[in-house]
């Protein structure tokens, strides 16, 4: 897997202004595929996890804490809007803050397939609600200043 946040700026070819997104290239196995030959749902929302832990979760990232110390999975929803098949890896998921509040945040997702333009219509859309928790206490927590910090970078 790799992953490079871009910028906001202009698509190649186009004069359509991309917002930042942290982007992330994610292998598809064959234990992914259904029956159908196509990326299997379950296996899309681990894809998604894989995307989002070197954006976050890294040791070098300001949000790693929440990685050693908990963040919980709140709400999730996907959404399908074309299908992606094995021929389609590395997909790059592109992902973004949608909403950003004390002790939680959401993720926004864009999937396509590898090789697709970054305006073209994406194949999955997503989110994700996460929240900071402390595992000790077993309780939710505030996201600390320098986490919002970071987060607030990718706001859209």
Same mark, same amino acid.
Request: aromatic share 8%.
């Given at each position: @897997?790799?992953?490079?946040?871009?910028?906001? %700026?202009?698509?190649? #070819?186009?004069?359509?202004?991309?917002?930042?997104?942290?982007?992330?290239?994610?292998?598809?196995?064959?234990?992914?595929?259904?029956?159908?030959?196509?990326?299997?749902?379950?296996? @899309?929302?681990?894809?998604? #996890?894989?995307?989002?832990?070197?954006?976050?979760?890294?040791?070098?990232?300001?949000?790693?804490?929440?990685?050693?110390?908990?963040?919980?999975?709140?709400?999730? !929803?996907?959404?399908?809007?074309?299908?992606?098949? !094995? #021929?389609? %890896?590395?997909?790059?998921?592109? @992902?973004?803050?949608?909403?950003?509040?004390?002790?939680?945040?959401?993720?926004?997702?864009?999937?396509?397939?590898?090789? /697709?333009?970054?305006?073209?219509?994406?194949?999955? %859309?997503?989110?994700?609600?996460?929240?900071?928790?402390?595992?000790? %206490?077993?309780?939710?927590?505030?996201?600390?200043?320098?986490?919002?910090?970071?987060? /607030?970078?990718?706001? /859209?």
């Amino acid at each position: @897997m790799t992953s490079s946040p871009n910028t906001a %700026t202009a698509a190649p #070819e186009t004069n359509l202004v991309l917002p930042r997104r942290f982007h992330a290239k994610v292998e598809i196995r064959w234990s992914d595929m259904d029956v159908f030959q196509h990326v299997n749902h379950a296996r @899309m929302v681990t894809l998604l #996890e894989e995307a989002r832990i070197p954006w976050l979760f890294d040791d070098d990232k300001p949000t790693a804490s929440m990685g050693r110390q908990g963040c919980v999975l709140v709400d999730l !929803h996907v959404k399908y809007r074309g299908q992606l098949r !094995h #021929e389609d %890896t590395p997909l790059d998921i592109a @992902m973004w803050v949608k909403q950003l509040r004390a002790v939680d945040f959401t993720i926004g997702y864009e999937v396509r397939a590898n090789g /697709a333009a970054p305006d073209s219509p994406p194949a999955v %859309t997503a989110t994700t609600q996460l929240a900071a928790f402390d595992i000790e %206490t077993q309780r939710l927590r505030r996201l600390s200043d320098t986490e919002r910090d970071y987060l /607030a970078l990718w706001r /859209a």
